[in-house]
């Protein structure tokens, strides 16, 4: 079998040694037909040069280069459409998800899985605000999404041809693997690990604020409860406001004293300008979205490749 290897990259120059001395030597025992794709946005360190440094050492290794940076579900995508092998492996270079899960990962795709995903059951390095916020969207995501997204998972994992041919076939531009591998279905099995701490620098892709939109990404592209729970919300506030009305009327025609005045007034109107404000927010991420796809622009734009049949290198 012909294994493929997606990294999405940007500003790793410390992490391509490490890794590919790590990957390799895995790769070379599981099948002497490989390769390692590197899609990498533009990186103002050496980490493309870092790249075809070694590529001259190994054919294998290739390298997409993009004209701008499209973000780490784009180049996760371009890796995956130019990915030759009867199997493709999407692993970042960061050496927190172990390159030797893939062996094992290989042995389960031979069972006849199609999709075989790492999960985390422990996650090192990350902040315990990082950690929360995990685990509740992965929480918030298994009990609304119309498709089934696993809890504490990555784009970590191995998909079969037929897998990856179908996830291609999405026109989806919000790059949100994990969801898009749900929608294609077939058979798909976990495989428990520890999440290690990165072996180099920051995190360039995940951050804080990153991964609170690619968990938006799941609620929204993924499930319309949240226009439904917008509904929900705002018949709960006509049904109060108009009990509290009525709560008035009472009190008014029983003669009983009861506060009135700027107190009530400033309370009902910033109760009543939130809940508009939160459906209004969430109407927009929706419209926000169908903007996006109806736009129909190309999820990336290559400047070189290098590697590949008909590249420029």
């Given at each position: ?82 990915a030759s092998g009867d199997a493709v ?30 999960q985390r059951s422990h996650r090192e ?44 076939r999405l026109k989806e531009s919000h ?139």
């Open positions: 079998m012909k294994l493929s290897v997606v990294v999405p990259v940007y500003k790793e120059e410390n992490n391509i040694e490490p890794f590919l001395s790590r990957m390799v030597p895995i790769l070379e025992k599981i099948t002497q037909e490989y390769e390692i794709i590197f899609s990498l946005d533009p990186s103002p360190d050496r980490t493309a040069e870092l790249i075809l440094a070694f590529r001259e050492k190994n054919s294998r290794i290739k390298l997409l280069q993009f004209s701008r940076r499209f973000g780490q579900p784009m180049a996760t995508k371009a890796g995956m459409k130019y492996v999407v692993i970042d270079v960061d050496l927190q998800d172990p390159p030797e899960l893939i062996a094992e990962m290989v042995q389960k795709y031979k069972t006849g899985y199609d999709v075989v995903y790492a390095g990350e902040t315990l605000i990082k950690r929360f916020v995990a685990w509740a969207g992965y929480k918030v995501i298994s009990r609304i999404a119309e498709v089934e997204i696993p809890p504490n998972t990555g784009d970590f994992r191995l998909m079969s041809r037929r897998a990856v041919d179908e996830v291609n790059g949100f693997l994990r969801g898009m591998v749900a929608v294609v279905g077939f058979k798909q099995g976990a495989i428990q690990y520890e999440r290690a701490a990165r072996f180099a620098g920051k995190g360039n892709y995940n951050r804080f604020f990153g991964s609170v939109r690619i968990g938006l990404n799941g609620l929204v592209c993924f499930s319309n409860y949240l226009l439904t729970l917008s509904s929900i919300l705002g018949f709960v506030t006509a049904g109060f406001a108009f009990l509290l009305g009525f709560v008035y009327f009472l009190f008014k025609i029983g003669g009983a004293d009861f506060p009135v005045g700027n107190p009530t007034i400033v309370i009902l109107v910033l109760f009543l300008g939130g809940v508009q404000l939160i459906s209004v927010g969430i109407l927009g991420e929706y419209i926000g979205r169908i903007y996006d796809e109806v736009k129909q622009r190309p999820q990336f734009v290559l400047d070189q490749a290098f590697g590949f049949d008909g590249d420029q290198k």
